[in-house]
């Protein structure tokens, strides 16, 4: 099965193809070549596969089959992700390939109104096959004891790495004491830290593993980096921008504060741009990336809520305003151009002096150095770019004669009433 050219090679049901067909898929990509016959043979797996990989349908398609060819019997699978964006994303993507399957799923998540909290409970208790939620909603929903878990025969848990990141192990770890010990537990992760490790090892069975390209951006994306000091990188975006004329564009910086000023300079200079961060409603968010995904916005600012779990093709520009804290997070950013090795994108970061240090260990972790384009005419010079030379400890020269250096005396504070 590792040699599958089409769907056809899984033995889908033949109304999955349909849907599939549809929606004009037709060749799987390696994570799903490799992922789905281990899914369909009901043995757990921990996969590694970053953003853009086709990871989604790799656990969807082989959840679905089963469920098309089961029927349905209360909750079937349980799909755990770190934001609501993912989790609205998942949900579409299941709506598209079960169109000629009778199955049913809602996506569960915070930011909504009591009506929202409302239908979701209901899509709970009705049982819908699949369940798509973030980990603090669904325990709100879970502490009511109104929802039940016993047919559950799926677990799985996307962006594995980021949900640990953002604190949800304790609530991950509560979340299964509600499920049943005998299911198929599948892992999702773009990263594989030694936490990952010791998740799988207390909730899976002799999991299977795959790994795809980890940390490796997409050859399609034109990589470029400028060493800028901070107070210029306004004014450096502004020249990128007249350089030429690109479409979508997004633009991460580094906190939500950032992300509003930035925004606002970029209307007030006349871009159609939007902020998208954690202060925003989430009815406000869904309609931000609606008219993102439609071409209605041009540039989006945001911060790292945006590196994963946002499906927009046809991304022109990713720019890094700030160097990501983590090598993995430029990974996961700049995934957002060239989706899946198809088409080509392009991504600028701008590095000031205290990031070097930072972005030489992004070089590392891709094994790839990043030419650094020198700054324009008119631009004050910026940091030297030259990591290993700030990783050198600073030599203290030794003390005059041969002497050695005297400690530094301090007088003792006066007692109270001493004086």
Known sequence: MDTAQNFDDFYFEYELLDGLDAMGFHHPTPIQVMAIPIILDGHDLIACAQTGTGKTAAYVLPVLNKIAFDGHKGINTLILVPTRELALQIDQQVQGFSYYIDVSAVAVFGGGDGAVYEQQRRALLKGADIIVSTPGRLISQLVTGEVNFDQLKHLILDEADKMLDM?????????????????????????????????????????????????????????????????????????????????????????????????????????????????????????????????????????DILSRGIDVDGIDLVLNYDVPPDPEDYVHRIGRTARGDAGSGTAITFINEKDIRRFHQIERLIERVISKTPLPDGFEPGPVYNPEERRKKPQHAAPANGQKKKKPFFKRKPKPGSN
């Open 167 to 303: 604190g949800f192990l304790e609530d991950i770890v509560k979340i299964i004491s509600y499920l049943p010990k005998e299911r198929q537990t599948l892992m999702f992760s773009a990263t594989m830290p030694p936490k990952i490790r010791a998740l799988a090892t207390k909730i899976m069975n002799h999991p299977k593993e795959v790994s795809i390209a980890i940390s490796k951006p997409a050859d399609g994306i034109d990589q470029q980096a400028f060493v800028v000091q901070d107070e210029q990188k306004l004014k450096l975006l502004k020249h990128v921008f007249g350089l030429k004329p690109y479409g979508s564009t997004i633009i991460f910086a580094s906190t939500k504060e950032k992300v509003k000023a930035l925004q606002f300079e970029l209307r007030k200079n006349g871009f159609n741009s939007k902020a998208f961060h954690s202060d925003l409603e989430q009815n406000e968010r869904e309609e931000i990336m609606n008219d993102f995904r439609n071409r209605k916005i041009q540039v989006l600012v945001g911060t």
